[in-house]
């Protein structure tokens, strides 16, 4: 069946954002161009290492020679955005992502694929018949040099927003408190 795509080129606005508390938070990969508005379900780990690996492919592209794409050591200021997330209508739920850059528009690409049935259930291996093939879809962003550079830094400030690491066993704090394993041994 075909693939849906919802695609967004040099969008007015792509951030990861969260709905709930620290502990129990959903991240949302969020984009908006014009009225067009899309949100996908990420994990904080995936949140954290699309941030990562943004930055690290914009770092780089400052080492190349004459650098002829103009990439930014920081967040331009007037592309911070700290607003909340508009309002969520969950897409789908992302499975994979990659990441890459287009030379040619001066771009990092985006791409978010849903949860597939096989990585829901791993007792079943086996591919469905082709005629229960159901619709896919997948998100396709691609964003200037700068508001990746935002995106990246907007990212890692909420992945951060979380929950205090234990300093002895690397757990996360709860609200209501900690059992430290690295304590009791």
């Known amino acids: 069946m075909p693939t849906r795509v919802h695609e967004f080129d040099w969008p007015d606005r792509a951030v990861v954002g969260t709905i709930g508390l620290p502990g129990a938070r959903t991240f ?5 161009s014009g009225t067009q508005l899309v949100s996908v379900a990420l994990e904080k780990q995936q949140s954290a290492l699309l941030a990562e690996k943004i930055d690290e492919i914009l770092d780089q592209l400052i080492t190349v020679e004459g650098n002829p794409f103009s990439v930014p050591t920081s967040t331009p200021p007037e592309l911070v955005d700290n607003d909340q997330l508009e ?20 771009q990092v690409i985006i791409e978010a694929y849903p949860i597939t049935d ?29 508001s990746a550079r935002a995106f990246a830094k907007r990212t890692r400030e909420i ?20 059992t430290c394993t690295a304590a009791e041994g």
Do not use: K, N
């Open 118 to 146: 096989l990585e829901e259930d791993d007792d079943d291996a086996a591919s469905p018949p082709e005629d229960e093939a159901q619709d896919t879809e997948m998100l396709l962003v691609r964003m200037p040099v700068g």
């Open 87 to 106: 309002t969520v209508q969950e897409h789908f739920r992302t499975g994979a992502t990659s990441l890459g850059w287009d030379p040619a528009t001066a």
């Open 159 to 178: 992945v951060g927003a979380g929950r205090p690491a234990c300093p002895l066993c690397g757990y996360p704090i709860d609200a209501d408190g900690h």
């Open 28 to 32: 949302y990969l969020q984009v908006r």
